[in-house]
């Protein structure tokens, strides 16, 4: 099956850091989010919503280890275990794409999944 994790962003948080609150009103993330999942539910698909919590930034997509280090203003992930240089976004895009496969059959903290298709599914939210 397919399935596209997402990440589930602390919107109403981020709202509050005048900063942030400007651009991210401007990508109208609920909105987009309420799309995507209704195409994909509709072509058969399912949405893994990846917790606030999980440092998708933080994690190598390589070896898995967790860079605490990492700040906002790093846009380069260095890892210090495997060495891995890569931009910071692709890498949190690959961490959550294997946390989608992972959390598609445990579900292991999975917030909340959309759609149809999860019969019995114990995730929390
Ligand atoms: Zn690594």
Redesign the pocket.
Known sequence: MKYVCLEDLNVKGMMQNGKLAASIARQGFYEFRERLTTKIVASGGSVVLASQWFPSSKT??????INSELKLSDRIYN?P????VIDRDLNAAIVLSQYGEVNQSTRVGCTRIYACELEGADSPG
């Open positions: 190598c997509h390589n070896c898995g280890q890892c275990h495997c060495r891995t």
